[in-house]
């Protein structure tokens, strides 16, 4: 391993040997480069697979030759690995996060609210039709009633029409015809405002995750502009080399001075300034997650919601109406004279009208076509519960993946971290003089 590393991180190879060696740890990156950028682009940034294979080929050719030709690439390259561990690839899986939420919660949210919406056409269509059959009722009834009415005793007390008459019924399929129209309108509303949503969101995502991966080649590159430039730049840690250059001078005293300021990179010291970035960038991990958590809830909240107005609905009763009509009609026989005599006057009975009419109001109907609630998928939970173990074992392992940049370069450049080892040991004399 450590031939391999020492082909791979020189500047140019010695021979044919190294060569061939060299072209094939390249191909072998490249092709796994490629097909983790297929499934980013295919899976996680929802391209079509055709353009996905067709940038995937072509970013594994240009990899290959930018590997393979230029030897700071390759030193860039590397420290893209761990600096994935640090801000700039929490911004990835911050942006796998947004997708996954996206592609899989979203879209569960708005079919329980779709449900709910059918739900709440369905009790409308069927109150509407209870409520029209009533009317009918009403009918039958005013009917039987102007029947009752027409038959008396004498044709002299005989009304003219005891009938009613109701033309409510002849614009039921109008009032049909208008509560669909209604609902195809919200639907359609409801559905176009769900997938420019859905696209806002994919399309926005695409350009973050694009910006943050173009960020995070820049932040590689600049880490290794400042080390070549600046011997000051990320040069506090106790390496073999300047352990080895303090010993031949018989320096070792300075080393055990400065050991408050200076760590070891292969040490698990982290410094008072370490440790308060990494609390500042736990907080900023823990208001994503919340944030996610609300809209996992939500999702809970609206599946939850549908379930249960399902249920009721279909445990809704009919609602059971009585209409009960009395109708007396009575005539008294001269009550002028009876009274005079103080006798009680007698009443001929004309009409006699008691009937009970029974009816139910229906909420439901088992017709509607109800799309059933749709639980939350507990894998997708799982896989953004696992996201968030992920960064925030990256916030804690944010200062080695950055002590690991420095020993890449430094394996790239071993002739500069000559220089910069012996700029230490100077400064450090320095300040034991003072």
Known sequence: VADLWWIYSKPVPADGRELWTLFLQCSCITAVIGGLFYNWMFASLEYSWHLSVAMAISFSLLLLLTLLLVHPARCV????????????????LFSTCIMIAVVNITPNITSNIKTILQLIKCICKSSSDSLLNSTALLEKVSWEFGD???????SIYKPMNGHF???????????????????EKISREFLSVEVLVKDSIRVANRLAAGFFMLYLCFESAWYLKNYLTNLRFDNFYITKKLERLALDRKASHLLVGSSKKLIRPTGLKLSWEEVVLCLMQAMLVTVALLLMLVVVAMDHFAFSVADTAVRRAAQFSAVPITLNIKYKVEIGIMPFLFKVFGRPSEELLLVDFNRTYH?????????????????????????????????????????YARRLCRKI??????????ERVLHLYRRLSRRHRK
């Open 77 to 92: 390259f590397s420290m893209i690995m761990p600096t994935l561990g640090t801000k700039q690839g929490r911004k990835l």
């Open 359 to 399: 009816h139910h109001l229906i909420f439901s109907s088992a017709h509607c076509r109800i799309s059933p609630p749709t639980p939350p998928n507990p894998s997708v939970l799982l896989v953004v519960g696992l996201l968030f173990c992920i960064l925030y074992a990256t916030v804690f392992l944010e200062t």
């Open 165 to 183: 008459r109701f033309s409510l019924l002849q614009n039921s399929s109008l009032i049909y015809q208008k509560m669909h129209l209604a609902g």
């Open 409 to 418: 370069a430094a394996s790239f450049f071993q002739s500069w971290e000559e």
């Open 148 to 154: 009752a009415v027409q038959e008396t005793v004498h």
